[in-house]
């Protein structure tokens, strides 16, 4: 007998609230507000790529507070975002949709246009009794300040959106003023330093802190989009001193790392060359050095990670911590002088690997670890398993409760990564192989080349492993929707 025609016949519908070990798994029963239907609380991060003390306590960015969070469940240490940008990586987490199926590849592509259909996350949680509610960055800022570009009452029965950045009222911590061509906006994205001004992000915590004190008559999926670290790279002067600017690590930069990579490759890496151009003109402690640019990288993450903290002190707070599913995720990676780059947009690893953490009560053995390959477009189905609602037929992406339950279970899907239309990458637990339009190829091999210095697609000794990669490659190729 299924799971769901079993809980019919118990009389607790779908799902429910407090968790019974029914022996096939564990499952929600029907039952007070203290133990309904799991809540969900939807943390998202923006840019934070995995050069955190949450992949390796030697890293340079401390995050204690995401280690905290993961104690609490399973953290996923090789997850990857559908795609190295904001826009197509968070349709393809909240449509369930990778680019090749929605059309949407880039930051400029409108999804909702593309696939105005579509139902997405929040909003397949509302059509199941769910209230949805939350703030800050979910869906990409550049159209509608992370709404839901449809409008309320498709996604959020409530949503705060994101409030525009505030520069600092010293002045202008990096070198954007001197920057030609650039103006406007862009002299306060381009920019980075101590920030005098309230974090826009403390904003994103008090509407969701708010919501947190109501009393909700429904279970509730709620969604926190932290925009930090993303550019301008600003944190409060405190931040700054646990990161000294002589102490400051900068990621290996090999001369002539591209040498061996195909041009569409090179034109990827250097989408924002101005920035590598410039920074790495100039020498620390000068403002607009590259040096000052990663420390200020590491103090935005570092910050990030201080708002995780306070929403789960949030959380716990208000009793509703052990009927919580907590999904915490960043839309993608980031380069920080690596490969010649410092933004994202490749299809490198750098770029594609983020920080992915499942809290599932009764479900994840607290402080586990899974080491599979995994994509975020696996987290719609996950959500809809977690939380006994209809599974949704569409999905590009595949439920990992089963890795939840067990992080060694059979797991044959690598991850797959699209960077405009007609280039992707494949993630395996040892390789990752990137074709891109034009036929041309890479290899790396993360056993022994984890900055990917060394591309092996040229080497005939590689042809099999090259043959075993490319049958993963996406065969439906959506055309662009602008």
Known sequence: ?????????????????????????????????????????????????????LFDKGNPIRTPNIERLAARGMFFSRAYCAAPACNPSRAAIMTGYRPTTSGCYGNRDQWWKARPDAVTLSQYFRNNGYLAKGAGKIFHHGFSGGDDPRGTGHSWDDFQKLVGTRAPKSSYNGYTREMPGIGGLANVVYDWGEHDQKMVDEDMFEKVASIMDQKWDKPMFLAAGIFKPHLPFYAPPEVFKRYPLDETTLPPMPQNDLDDVPEIAKRMAHTEFFIYNNV???EAPDPRSLKR???????????????????????????????????????????????????????????????????????????????????????????????????????????????????????????????????????????????YTDGSEELYDHDKDPWEWTNLAGKPEYGSVLKEHRKWLPAEKASRKP
């Open 1 to 53: 007998m299924n799971r769901r025609r079993f809980l019919q016949r118990l009389g607790l519908g779908a799902a429910g609230a407090c968790l019974c070990d029914l022996g096939g798994g564990m499952l929600w029963a029907a039952g007070t507000e203290s133990g309904r239907r799991p809540h969900v609380l939807f943390i998202a991060i923006d840019d934070m790529n995995d050069w955190t003390t």
């Open 280 to 282: 790495t003109k100039h």
């Open 293 to 435: 640019m990663v420390q200020c990288y590491q103090t935005s993450a570092d910050f990030a990670d201080s708002m995780v903290g306070r929403l789960l002190d949030k959380l716990d707070s208000t009793g509703r911590a052990d009927n919580t599913i907590i999904v915490l995720w960043a839309d993608h990676g980031y380069h920080l002088g690596d490969k010649e780059s410092c933004v994202k947009f490749t299809l490198w690893e750098k770029a594609n690997r983020v920080p992915f953490i499942i809290v599932a009560p009764g479900v994840a053995r607290p402080g586990t670890r899974c080491d599979r390959p995994v994509g975020l477009v696996d987290i719609f189905p996950t959500l809809l398993d977690l939380a006994g609602l209809p599974p949704k037929a569409d999905l590009d992406g595949t439920s990992l409760v089963p890795l939840l339950k067990d992080p060694k279970s059979k797991w044959d899907r690598p991850a797959i990564m699209t960077m405009g239309r007609g280039n992707h990458a494949v993630r395996t637990d040892r390789w990752r192989y990137i074709r």
